[in-house]
């Protein structure tokens, strides 16, 4: 039985390689890396999202502008049209629901526009009844949302803590959206892009925040007159996958996801199940680019 069932699921990978013309172009001791149907057709295609049999996700392909496309990983995409709201930046369906970054007719201090979620209806590839998200404050920045399975769990991007911050709203008895948690705080001068819910209680995400050498500190004196530590700055490094998990009711520290990371950037990680998915990838063509994963381990 236990042979019969390997030969089903080899028989079944080997059709879906095949759909998404999928070739195996870079393995180590924990993951394979396939070509996907995307990036051998186009390039600067950026973090996609589930829909229907196939992803949506955004790519500036043959064009100045970040655009959002549809494909079904086996014939052309299709461009979807969100009108000038849209902006570089993920997007995520929940059955009909498509939630996506915006602009802000508000800017911030530094001169720039403040970004926003919004929410409109997707039917036959084509968006309605676009409508700003009420929790979303003009002062503040709110990009790349990302949505549970079962649509009940919302992840973001946020600037409301001064820094750059992920945090978690659900759906609460009336089918609105308020907020539960502040996932994760990053450091200053640093990035947060592409979180994703791997399940309720984990959480991955891209940064460029790098977990090592202090390059520089500020300080500042307290009431009391004391010298305290105000800001840390760290050394840069490039763009890696980090898992955060809830335990206990508290979340913990981000860890690397080593196993998807290399000398190139890592912008984002989606998973179809829990060992195999997409990963976009900085890698080969000098472009981002989405590439199917399987994890050995």
Known sequence: MKNACLQLFFIFFMLSATAQEMYLIEETDSIQLFETYLSNTSTSNVFPAFYKNGLIYVSKYKDNFYNLFYSDLQSASIKISLGNRFQFGAAVIHETEI????????MDT???FNSTIYKGIMEDLKVKKIEKLDFCDKNFSYTDPSISANGKQMVLVSSEKEFLHIL???????NEWEK??????????????????YNENTIYFSSNIFNG???GASYTT????????????????????YKIERKQGSWGIPIKANEFNS???ELGVLFDSEKSGYL?????????????FILKQ
């Open 99 to 106: 939630y996506f970054t915006g602009i802000s007719k508000r």
């Open 110 to 112: 530094k001169g720039y």
């Open 168 to 174: 978690e709203f659900v759906k609460n008895e009336v």
């Open 180 to 197: 539960k948690s502040v996932v994760f705080i990053s450091h200053p001068n640093f990035d947060i892009i592409n979180p994703t819910i």
């Open 213 to 215: 050498e202090i390059i």
């Open 222 to 241: 307290n009431k009391n007159d004391e010298i305290v530590l105000d800001k840390v700055k760290r050394a840069e490094g490039v763009f890696n996958i």
């Open 263 to 265: 000398e190139f950037d």
């Open 280 to 292: 976009t990838s900085f890698r080969y063509n000098g472009n981002d680019n989405i590439y199917y």
